[in-house]
């Protein structure tokens, strides 16, 4: 399977501890980005890399989320210090980067349950 | 600052009935734009995007969009729906320059009846 994996698929953690997440995007794509989506919203953009330059990120992200792409490959997010409010269905997507082309390929998701 | 609406949360259609969903963006710069599917079960998906040029795109499955940039909308339309379009549809929109957000609706669940 060639497409976007994310792991694990599920997590569930108890308030106050650290998760992280990880996004293996389509090898060829260049671009990569991270989304959350809560019932009923469409997904929420978090961060953007290119390559494993972060070159954009979310003003709703707080200190305590991270991600990384060090090899501008996989890429991981980190949650420090959980919160309930942080359950969510957490996305990765992938794109090449032709110019302004944004077409992004989206992975299964993990879905986090905070209690 | 940049939002996304979709008029409609929930449609119910029966089988060969027409389908339009609506999609609004606020932004005055130039813009991409997209619907992404989401069958239940599965990953969002790809419908239809438009970049420049002739303004109503078609996609996959018999779908087509119109962009109006004068309206600010990209409604999605289908001229008769079928059983297996049971979805949820997000309409996005990424600025064409200055940045890589993108933007996505809240969706709207589409139900069929067979």
């Known amino acids: 399977d060639t497409g976007v994996s994310q792991n694990p698929r599920h997590k569930i953690t108890k308030r106050g501890q650290n998760v992280t997440f990880r996004c293996d995007p389509i090898?060829?794509?260049?671009?990569l980005y991270w989304y959350r989506q809560t019932l009923g919203q469409g997904p929420e953009f978090l961060t953007y890399?290119?390559?494993?330059?972060?070159?954009?990120k979310s003003r709703l992200l707080s200190d305590r989320f991270s991600a990384e792409r060090p090899k501008g490959s996989f890429s991981t997010l980190e949650i420090q210090r959980t919160e309930q409010g942080d359950s969510a269905m957490y996305l990765c997507?992938?794109?090449?980067?032709?110019?302004?082309?944004?077409?992004?390929?989206f992975g299964p998701g993990t879905r986090l349950t905070v209690t | 600052a940049q939002s996304v609406s979709q008029h409609n949360h929930h449609v119910i259609l029966s089988e060969a009935a027409s389908l339009e969903l609506g999609c609004n963006y606020s932004?005055?710069?130039?813009?991409?734009l997209f619907w992404y599917v989401q069958y239940p079960g599965q990953h969002l998906q790809l419908l239809l995007k438009?970049?420049?040029?002739?303004?109503l795109v078609k996609g996959i499955k018999g779908f087509e969009a119109e962009f109006i940039k004068s309206k600010f909308s990209f409604n999605l339309r289908k001229p008769s729906v079928q059983w297996s379009d049971t979805a949820e549809y997000f309409c996005?929109?990424?600025?064409?320059?200055?940045?890589?957000?993108?933007?996505f609706g809240a969706g709207t669940r589409l139900f069929v009846k067979a």
């Open positions: 997507a992938s794109s090449l980067g032709l110019g302004s082309s944004h077409e992004q390929y």
């Open positions: 090898s060829e794509h260049n671009r």
């Open positions: 890399f290119q390559n494993e330059a972060q070159l954009e």
């Open positions: 932004y005055g710069g130039t813009v991409n």
């Open positions: 438009y970049f420049s040029g002739d303004p």
């Open positions: 996005a929109v990424t600025r064409n320059t200055g940045g890589f957000k993108t933007i």
